[in-house]
């Protein structure tokens, strides 16, 4: 069975610190891959996603995301945050066929401070 | 356009009694998605409903059912709650298959079993 691994459960960071959550998968086929977001109070929203192509992808708010097939990883990046960036990070990967359901990660806790 | 709305929004039962939970999806969206949000496990998929059909299911005893109708309106039911079954759940809809592009989350029923 597919998982996915979140290995930082709670990041606190200052403001315009560098972001890196790491975020490593267990399947060897094709996957697609999504970084999902919850800010406090709000609903969860597509922060990026990973079907195929250039594996750097840019989500909204000036995050980024890497793929590395050979480490089956996406983490997820961002240069300088700001407080309004705290949230829970969670990481999600599906197979690339066949339909299958996104298999979340545990999630991230980031808390960026003043 | 309205996002996913979800009744109730909080909801507070009894062990051994059931309940009822409504997920309204975005309009035009066909499928439908439950997952179990804790914050030991995180979001945990329940089952995936699409055009009325459930394509897929997870891992979770039978007391965990659900049912999609012909405006793609869908409910979830557990019967026989348990303590354990305390939880955030939350709904996602999509144009296409959950695993195929971006899902829209609601934001959740929040479920206490006393």
């Known amino acids: 069975a597919q998982s996915v691994s979140q290995h930082n459960h709670h990041v606190i960071l200052s403001e315009a610190a560098s972001l890196e959550l790491g975020c490593n998968y267990s399947?060897?086929?094709?996957?697609?891959l999504f970084w999902y977001v919850q800010y406090p109070g709000q609903h969860l929203q597509l922060l990026l996603k990973?079907?195929?192509?250039?594996?750097l992808v840019k989500g909204i708010k000036g995050f980024e995301a890497e793929f590395i097939k050979s480490k089956f990883s996406f983490n997820l990046r961002k240069p300088s945050v700001q407080w309004s960036d705290t949230a829970e990070y969670f990481c999600?990967?599906?197979?690339?066929?066949?339909?299958?359901?996104?298999?979340f990660g545990k999630g991230t806790r980031l808390s960026v401070i003043a | 356009k309205a996002g996913v709305t979800q009744t109730p929004r909080y909801l507070i039962k009894t062990r051994g009694q059931q309940v009822t939970l409504s997920c309204s999806p975005i309009?035009?969206?066909?499928?439908v998605s439950w997952y179990q949000q804790t914050p030991g496990q995180g979001l945990q998929f329940l089952f995936e409903y699409f055009s009325e059909t459930q394509r897929n299911k997870g891992n979770f005893p039978g007391r965990f059912s659900g049912r999609q109708f012909s405006n793609s309106r869908s409910e979830m039911n557990v019967s026989t709650l348990e303590l354990g079954d305390s939880a955030l759940y939350l709904c996602a809809s999509s144009l296409g298959a959950s695993g195929e592009g971006r899902q829209y989350f609601g934001p959740g029923t929040r479920l206490t079993v006393t």
């Open positions: 309009s035009g969206h066909r499928s």
């Open positions: 990973y079907f195929s192509g250039d594996p």
């Open positions: 999600a990967v599906n197979r690339a066929s066949g339909n299958t359901p996104l298999v």
């Open positions: 399947y060897g086929g094709t996957v697609n």
